[in-house]
């Protein structure tokens, strides 16, 4: 897989339930000195800001959720249970309180293995994705049709009660071959 468009901060300055589902196909690439990783997002999750009682950001602005509120294109990447990263992207615009979580990629499934399969960490909270961070989009021009995806509920958010947890802002492949 070669290199692509690195997508900029405008691609995640829109609504966030669009920018889940866009990400679908498009390429995230980790850095580690020579090493370049590249795989195709294959499953996204949105949360919608402070309205939607599934995302940190509904419980306020704290100091673990203030870069959820600032521009979109920078990372939010916590901790869960104490033992697993997870990898967000900040999105729409300032103040929002928005982001997409990275639930799978094409080499690990699930939030918690794509970090660990691509050493990724709390220290990128708050970075932009960018080369120059060592994490970053990119657009390699593939478009995932519509009939190629699923849309769920999230998973694990049932303590936000009947409404919030039974939205369908989960976006999935349903085959990988729907990607070339």
Not at 59 to 65: D, E, I, L
Not at 106 to 113: D, K, L
């Amino acid at each position: 897989m070669t290199g692509g468009h690195i997508l900029e901060a405008e691609f995640f300055a829109r609504p966030t339930a669009l920018v889940a589902r866009d990400l679908l196909g498009k390429v995230l690439v980790r850095r580690q000195g020579c090493l370049r990783r590249r795989s195709i997002i294959i499953e996204t999750e949105a949360y919608e800001g402070p309205h939607d009682l599934a995302c940190h950001s509904s419980r306020g602005r704290t100091a673990r959720t203030e870069v959820m509120f600032g521009p979109a294109g920078r990372f939010y990447v916590y901790k869960i249970y104490g033992l697993h990263w997870m990898l967000n992207v900040v999105t729409g615009g300032d103040g929002q309180g928005a982001a997409v979580l990275i639930r799978g990629l094409a080499c690990a499934s699930g939030p918690a293995r794509l970090t660990a399969a691509l050493n990724i960490d709390g220290s990128f909270t708050g970075r932009r994705a960018s080369r120059r961070t060592g994490l970053w989009f990119e657009d390699t021009g593939v478009s995932v049709r519509a009939r190629d995806i699923l849309r769920t509920p999230r998973i694990g958010v049932d303590y936000a009660g009947p409404i919030w947890a039974l939205k369908k802002l989960r976006y999935v492949v349903k085959r990988r071959t729907a990607i070339p």
